[in-house]
């Protein structure tokens, strides 16, 4: 059995303050709500890798449920 790698996304993926330059904003669209999200592209490879490292398999732990799959997640 692979360990889990749990992830959250507000104030940890996604600052709660003001992101630094080397974050990008995304406008996402759920149902009717709109969020604006701020995402550093270098965390998706970052975890990919610690994925690898570890065995472990990355699984969300966000109140963005399986929408951080369409939102989030590396492409």
Known sequence: MKPLLLLDVDG??????RPTPDFRR???????DVYTVHLN???G??????????????????TWEHHANDWIAPG
């Open 41 to 43: 592209p270098r965390h």
């Open 26 to 32: 995304y406008r996402c669209t759920i149902g009717t």
């Open 45 to 62: 490879r970052r975890l990919l890798e610690l994925a690898v490292v570890t065995g472990s398999e990355l699984v969300w732990a966000t």
């Open 12 to 17: 940890v993926l996604n600052p709660m303050g």
